[in-house]
């Protein structure tokens, strides 16, 4: 990149490091950016990471986004895009999210994969992906947006660690030998029962298997390939919800059990606002 384009990509990481800091969302940052590819997007979303890795917090996984071709439709792209977990953004099954941390949060099911060896070598296939994975797991992410309004397009949330922010695991361990991935059945439920969102496997690029093979593809190629014991959020399996404070969400999959998280303020409120870690930009 020039002088210029580089210049573009550190203030959008800096506008979105501001509005995680803040709690303010920002306006969109495709307008500082020297082009809307993928790639730029992932180079905001690098700098971020390594900010983010140099205040202490850990890597641990990715999350894959923009599955449904409703979605890419609708944003005008015709491949997903993926981010980053980690460690400190896992909240317990039927444990509390705390919307302090939070702006605009919504919540969707999925299907986790945790690996158990690496997925490096050149010949990726579906084959190589089911030997690869120790075993799959039901997941609620909370995907959040620090842009205002989700006033997005494919680069802002490439660039906005492809909208990630919390995630559940939850359900038993289940061997992928014991699951039809496309045939699982997913329903979400609030507190009270009604039901919000329901999908299937197969609404996933049609196989979730198909989708952590693209990311294997993906992340081998831009040289940070998939390592044994990530855990892998293989993208929604039905439409995305969005999260008031106090409530409740449970997301039962066929096959693979359930999995819970409330979302509520943990902070005091006699103890005043939350304390929101300063990241800078690595230098």
Known sequence: ????????????????????????????????????????????????????????????????????????????????????????????????????????????????????ADLADDDLDEETVRRATRHVVPALEIVDSRIAGWDITFVDTVADNASGAMYVLGGRPTPLSEVDLPGVRMEMRDGAGELLSRGTGADCLGDPVLAVLWLARTCRGLGVPLRAGEVILSGALGPMVSISAGGSYTATLSSLGSVSVAVKPVVDPAAGPAVVRTVGLPR
């Open 1 to 116: 990149m020039s002088q210029s384009q580089d210049h573009g990509v550190e203030a959008a990481a800096t506008r979105l490091l501001d509005a995680a800091r803040t709690l303010i969302p920002c306006d969109p940052v495709r307008g500082l950016l020297p082009d809307s590819t993928a790639a730029t997007g992932y180079a905001v979303q690098t700098l971020l990471t390594r900010a983010a890795e140099e205040a202490g917090r850990r890597v641990v996984g990715r999350k894959i986004g923009l599955t449904s071709v409703a979605v890419q439709t609708q944003l005008g792209v015709d491949q997903p895009d993926f981010g980053v977990l980690f460690a400190d953004a896992e909240v317990p099954d039927g444990g509390v999210a705390p919307a302090d941390r939070l702006l605009q949060p919504k919540v969707e099911a999925e299907i986790a994969f945790v690996l158990g």
